[in-house]
């Protein structure tokens, strides 16, 4: 059974920084993408960064390229989102997702498996 579960998310004040860790279990070797989601209150949810566990290859919402960075951990069942340079704006619940196929993507209806999401609020 597979089972994503994100930590890291907490309050933070504008400019600050955080990292997020999503691990996963019960993933098969057909399931190497795992990206990012994250929805803000009142809005729909959306895709932030998506990784290859096993080639590195990632794909980033062009509103935080430069300031969040997807990458993997040394096993490949963990991934991690370094926000930095943090907004008001990039509060949100955070999800982590699982695609069910192995090309990058930022669409949510390639994800087949969700994590319960970790709350990132902004705010002085």
């Known amino acids: 059974q597979v089972q994503l579960v994100e930590s890291g998310g907490g309050l933070v004040q504008p400019g600050g920084s955080l990292r997020l860790s999503c691990v996963a279990s019960?993933?098969?070797?057909?399931?190497?993408?795992i990206a990012w989601f994250r929805r803000a209150p009142g809005k729909e949810r959306e895709a932030v960064s998506c990784?290859?566990?096993?080639?590195?290859?990632?794909l980033t919402l062009a509103s935080v390229k430069g300031r969040f960075t997807i990458s993997r951990g040394p096993a490949k069942n963990t991934v991690y989102l370094q926000m930095n340079s943090l907004k008001p704006e990039d509060t949100a619940v955070y999800y982590c997702?699982?695609?069910?196929?192995?090309?990058?993507?930022?669409?949510?209806?390639?994800?087949?498996?969700w994590g319960q999401g970790t709350q990132v609020t902004v705010s002085s």
């Open positions: 997702a699982l695609a069910g196929h192995t090309m990058l993507s930022l669409r949510e209806s390639d994800y087949d498996y």
């Open positions: 990784i290859n566990v096993d080639d590195d290859g990632t």
């Open positions: 019960g993933i098969t070797s057909n399931s190497n993408i």
